[in-house]
C-alpha cells in the first residue's frame, strides 16, 4: 500500500505559477508510473501528465509546452510545475500511481490504483 499526500495548491492569477508536490509512503521511483489529474464538480477525472519508471513523460495536449512532471530525486515522490495558468484550469488536482508502465497515452483514472485526497488550485482571471 502507497500513501500519497499533495500539497502546493493555492490562488494565483492568470499567467501565474504552481508547483505542486505528492510526496509518497514508500519508493516509488523506479517501480511506479506517477501522474498528476485534476476534477472540476460534476465532471471525470482528467489526466494532466504521466511519468513512468524510467522517466518518460506524457502530457495532455492542454497543458504541452507549459506543465512540466518531474520525479523527486529519492524517489519518494513527483512534481507538477505548472506555469501560464488559464482560469478554466481551476480545478482539485490529485496524485496517483500505478504499479505499471505507461508510454503513449495517459489512461484513464482507472489505470491507477493508489491516489491522493487532491489539492485545490484556483485560477482567477
Known amino acids: 500500500q502507497v500513501q500519497l499526500v499533495e500539497s502546493g495548491g493555492g490562488s494565483v492569477q492568470a499567467g501565474g505559477s504552481l508547483r505542486l508536490s505528492c510526496a509518497t509512503s514508500?519508493?516509488?521511483?523506479?517501480?511506479?508510473?506517477m501522474a498528476w489529474f485534476r476534477q472540476v464538480p460534476g465532471k471525470e477525472r482528467e489526466g494532466v501528465a504521466v511519468i513512468n519508471s524510467i522517466g518518460a513523460t506524457i502530457y495532455a495536449d492542454s497543458v504541452k509546452g507549459r506543465f512540466t512532471i518531474s520525479k523527486d530525486n529519492a524517489g519518494n515522490g513527483v512534481y507538477l510545475q505548472m506555469n501560464s495558468l488559464k482560469p478554466e484550469e481551476t480545478a482539485m488536482y490529485y496524485c496517483a500511481a500505478a504499479r505499471r508502465d505507461y508510454y503513449f497515452n495517459i489512461p484513464s483514472s482507472t489505470g491507477f490504483s493508489y491516489w491522493g485526497q487532491g489539492t485545490q488550485v484556483t485560477v482567477s482571471s
Open positions: 514508500a519508493y516509488t521511483g523506479s517501480t511506479f508510473s
